[in-house]
């Protein structure tokens, strides 16, 4: 039998290498080029790992603990990576049509996708920690890289939270380690199961749900983290909500997976759930107030993170299953979304008031945000339909009809607030001068290209769920715990 | 008028949350677990470099690239790579130098002793860095007396003058360059046996790290060590001398 | 004790490794330093450092061949320069 | 609360045409029926009628509050002090849920 090798640190690997190389060669003339071969090799990626467990500088199991750093990956995690890398390069697409596009941009989005893949990947704690710190960094960049005076202030405030959120979550990490003598996960929660609590716990717990609001955008860092979305770049945006949705699902799955089934664990477990309503229904209220697009798109994602966080929160297979689909469908539609508000801020600007009558100017990119707008409504047969239906389902079951009508009202607040910024936009009758405005103005060709990749995948996902779903269900079947109210 | 109830609720939260970390590092009960596989099983006589680059070598790793990263967001603070220079041009463009870069140091006594400081805490940094594996020191430590060497002469000469002449082409390729020894080491590991950043001990029958009688294990350690000294000694030179000088930013707005 | 073998391929590796690096910092170094103090000074700093456990040399071989690295690399700065 | 009222309030929030009222409308009541939701949830999980008298009473107040949409939306601004505000509190509240609460 042939032994095929094992390439899976390649996933991390690999754009890292190509991270550093692209910021040697920051202002060379072949950027482009490269960057697009960059592109279209990161779909490769997520292929070449085989499933399992993987052991770093082959030190595996010694004396009944697991000695080294390990990953595990399974077809779960290779969907979420999947669809990370498929968003990553075709960002980069869009960011090749900019005119200023450089290594270092392209350099710190690379970072950003391996540490991320590396958070979903990885089975210790403390190699989370790091990697978690590198996407924190890499989002700073990311919002200076605009180069405005409220980017720079957004991303300066989004640094000092993220100095106390990052330094409490590795105090957490201490705590855990000291109390349980390891920091790989499968064995700390294999101790956890078989010991009593200790109040170092506790606070190891406390600190990694600090953590967790922080990497993902839950209350109380979501105004942080909005603010971020809406000074970066737009087709950056993209990167940066899914860069969280992605943290949020690691490090959410972390916290069962370690505490999941323990009976001191119960309060915590109420407050996640609550912690999501506040994000699904803070992201809402605040989106229908914005009178700029991409505030209101960036308030929206927060609202989005809330709905993942419900289903991974909820807990059960269902939930579990819900929740990362939800975060997959969210990637896909939130970033076509973020891009189209990059087509319509190169058209003129972002300011609602400002805009309108783009309709017959550019038909297909307003078919295409249209369809991305219904299906983060949860409009059938959209992909946002299929996850919020199995999400409302999940909630159902565990005997929580309040957290589906909650639900449900929200998703009436998105769709109200998508109505609203899509007539602001397309269909607002406009002056004649500012029709020919827009003629003058041309749109990337990259950016059309990309989005239309992802309304594809939006109404692909939407017919055939089953597609994501089977992926996911055993993985969500090994951690999920079935409990109703 | 709500200000006193706001800090009021700041001040009950913070004692909350301090009486609970405070109660848990009370009680905190340490378990050996882990620690005890890392301190019976010997490779190099520094059982924290032997943690550090052999059985979490993939988390050093992840450190040197936070050091990398935010020596790339620091520099794009400073106007390298932005996709809009405009605010930065507002600031800095019409003001009619305040030039920093002119100012000429400290007085002769201190210009005097700098020099011959500076070169032999450089060389005590590279000693460091080269026991690393050995004696209580490593590539963080080394990299950062390097750096700090580096300091000195900007403090007591002024970048222009400065007697060091790390420029950023030097810094950049020295930061890159080691960065990328760290992620090839590991490869070389997957091309080996199959997993990432493996400690080789030898190659085709060649020690890996020629070694005195009793270090044979160092393998990959030593070089990794190098890699990382080199790359922090960049990073903390390249941060410093993008806060000591102006003309970094006027020539990033200048394209 | 017999001295057999004190300087090998084994025991100096570490210390050319120095030598590499030194050199790599002495050729950004600009002034004119004054080798013979340097390399006094620096032999009087490697006999108290004293050498690596493991490398049974009377003094820090590994700084000085560092110092001999780095004040070579200001040499050939200087005929560049020239 | 009177759509006149609300609709002034908005006005000077620079977004008063018809569309953004009815969306600021939409965001006031999604945030009341969270409040009704989540106290109806809160009283559920710990079945207890004092607690839902409690909750009712706090459903009251909110009413008589009722543009609490801008109120809201000055606690959700950017200012760093207003954030951090709201994070020592976050922490405050998660400790003693975490470590007191049965």
């Keep these: 039998m042939v032994k095929i090798m094992n390439l899976l640190p390649l996933i991390v690997v690999y754009p890292l290498i190509m991270a550093i190389i692209f910021n040697y060669i920051y202002k060379s003339k072949v950027i482009r080029i490269l960057a697009l071969l960059m592109a279209l090799s990161l779909i490769i990626l997520p292929f070449l790992g085989s499933y399992g467990t993987y052991f770093f500088g082959a030190h595996g199991m010694e004396s009944g603990l697991i000695s080294g750093i390990a990953y595990i990956f399974n077809p779960a995690k290779q969907i979420i990576i999947f669809t990370l890398m498929l968003i990553g390069s075709l960002v980069l697409i869009t960011g090749i049509g900019e005119k200023r596009v450089n290594g270092l941009f392209v350099s710190l989005l690379l970072m950003g996708l391996a540490s991320v893949s590396a958070v979903v990947l990885a089975d210790d704690l403390f190699n989370i920690y790091v990697f978690y710190e590198i996407v924190a960094i890499v989002q700073t960049g990311l919002v200076i890289a605009s180069g405005t005076e409220k980017a720079y202030k957004s991303a300066f405030r989004y640094m000092i939270m993220g100095n106390m959120a990052g330094s409490l979550l590795l105090l957490g990490i201490a705590f855990l380690l000291s109390a349980t003598g390891t920091l790989n996960i499968s064995d700390m929660h294999n101790y956890l199961a078989n010991n009593p609590a200790t109040p170092t716990i506790y606070g190891g717990l406390l600190m990694l749900i600090i953590g967790l609001c922080y990497g993902s955008g839950l209350p109380p860092f979501h105004t942080v983290k909005a603010d971020i979305y809406a000074r970066a770049k737009p087709f950056v945006a993209s990167m940066l909500q899914t860069y969280s949705k992605a943290i949020l699902v690691a490090i959410m799955l972390v916290i069962l997976k370690l505490f999941g089934g323990l009976s001191y664990f119960n309060t915590a477990h109420g407050a996640l759930i609550a912690l999501s309503i506040f994000g699904m229904v803070f992201g809402v209220v605040m989106a229908l107030l914005q009178s700029d ?86 409009v059938p047969p959209f992909n946002g339909f299929q996850s919020k239906l199995l999400l409302a389902e999940a909630a159902m079951n565990v005997n929580m009809p309040e957290l589906a009508i909650i639900m449900i009202l929200v998703s009436v607040g998105t769709f109200v607030s998508m109505m609203k910024a899509f007539y602001l936009i397309f269909l607002k009758p406009c002056s004649e001068e500012q029709i020919k405005e827009y003629k003058t103005t041309k749109v990337s060709k990259y950016s059309i290209f990309s989005l239309a990749v992802l309304t594809i995948l939006c109404i692909l996902l939407g017919i055939y769920p089953d597609i994501v779903i089977n992926q996911i269900t055993p993985y969500a079947n090994e951690i999920g715990r079935i409990w109703t109210l | 008028m709500s200000y006193i109830n706001r800090e009021i609720a700041v001040s009950l939260s913070f004692m909350f949350f301090g009486a609970a970390i405070l109660y848990s590092v009370y009680n905190i009960n340490v378990v050996e677990g882990v620690n005890a596989i890392y301190t019976h099983s ?147 590991g997957i091309a080996v046996s199959g997993y990432y950043l493996l400690n080789i001990h030898s190659l085709f029958g060649m020690n890996v790290f020629p070694s005195p009688t009793g270090l044979e294990n160092a393998g990959i350690i030593p070089y990794l060590n190098t890699a990382v000294g080199l790359k922090v000694l960049a990073g903390l030179s390249t941060i410093t001398t993008l806060l000591s000088s102006e003309r970094v930013i006027v020539k990033n707005i200048s394209d | 004790m017999i001295n057999y073998g004190l300087i090998t391929i084994n025991t100096m590796f570490l210390s050319l490794v120095g030598m590499l690096v030194g050199f790599l910092l002495g050729i950004t170094i600009n002034t004119k330093l004054n080798i013979w103090f340097y390399l006094i000074v620096g032999v009087f700093i490697a006999y108290m450092l004293g050498s690596l456990p493991y490398y049974n040399f009377p003094m820090s071989y590994s700084f000085i061949l560092s110092l001999v690295g780095l004040l070579f690399g200001n040499i050939i700065n200087k005929v560049f320069k020239k | ?66 543009p609490m949409l801008f109120k809201f939306n000055r606690e959700n601004s950017n200012h760093i002090n207003m954030q951090l505000f709201w994070v020592s509190v976050f922490v405050g509240i998660l400790s003693v849920v975490i470590y007191f609460a049965k």
């Excluded at chain 1, 939800?326 to 972002?350: M, P, W």
């Excluded at chain 2, 463009?93 to 400290?106: A, P, T, V, Y």
């Excluded at chain 4, 977004?15 to 409040?35: K, M, P, Q, R, W």
Aim: glycine fraction near 12%.
């Design chain 2, 42 to 188: 010997y490779i190099i006589p520094n059982f924290v470099t032997a943690v550090l680059f052999d059985w979490r070598g993939f988390d050093t790793l992840g450190e040197c690239l936070i050091l990398i990263n935010s020596v790339l967001v620091t520099g794009m603070v400073f106007g390298r790579g932005l996709f809009n220079s405009e605010f930065l041009k507002e600031v800095y463009g019409n003001q009619k130098k305040l030039n920093i870069d002119e100012i000429e140091g400290f007085t002769p006594i201190i210009k005097v002793l700098a020099i011959p400081m500076s070169i032999i805490l450089m060389i005590l940094g590279v000693y460091v860095i080269l026991g690393g594996h050995i004696t209580p020191g490593g590539g963080f430590q080394g990299g950062s007396l390097i750096a700090a060497s580096y300091i000195l002469a900007i403090v007591s000469f002024g970048i222009r003058n400065c007697p060091i002449n790390f420029n950023h082409k030097f810094l950049e390729t020295l930061e890159s360059f080691g960065a990328l020894i760290f992620l090839i080491l590991g490869l070389t």
């Design chain 4, 1 to 66: 609360m009177e759509y006149d009222k609300f609709q002034k309030q908005m006005e000077k929030e620079k977004h008063g045409d018809g569309i953004s009222v009815g969306a600021g409308l939409t965001g006031e009541l999604t945030l009341y029926s969270f409040l009704v939701m989540s106290v109806l949830l809160l009283s559920r999980v710990f079945s207890d009628i004092l607690f839902a008298v409690i909750g009712i009473s706090i459903i009251g107040i909110a009413i008589s509050f009722m």
């Design chain 1, 293 to 378: 697009y991409k505030k209101l798109l960036s308030y929206h994602a927060i609202s989005q993170v809330g709905y993942v966080a419900a289903g991974l929160a909820i807990g059960t297979p269902l939930g579990i299953v819900a929740g990362i689909f939800h975060a997959i469908n969210n990637f896909i539609y939130k970033s076509a979304l973020f891009l189209g508000a990059h087509i319509v801020s190169q058209k003129k600007s972002s300011n609602l008031a400002k805009l309108g009558g783009l309709l017959p100017i550019m038909p297909t990119v307003a078919f295409m945000i249209l369809c991305a707008k219904l299906a983060i409504s949860g």
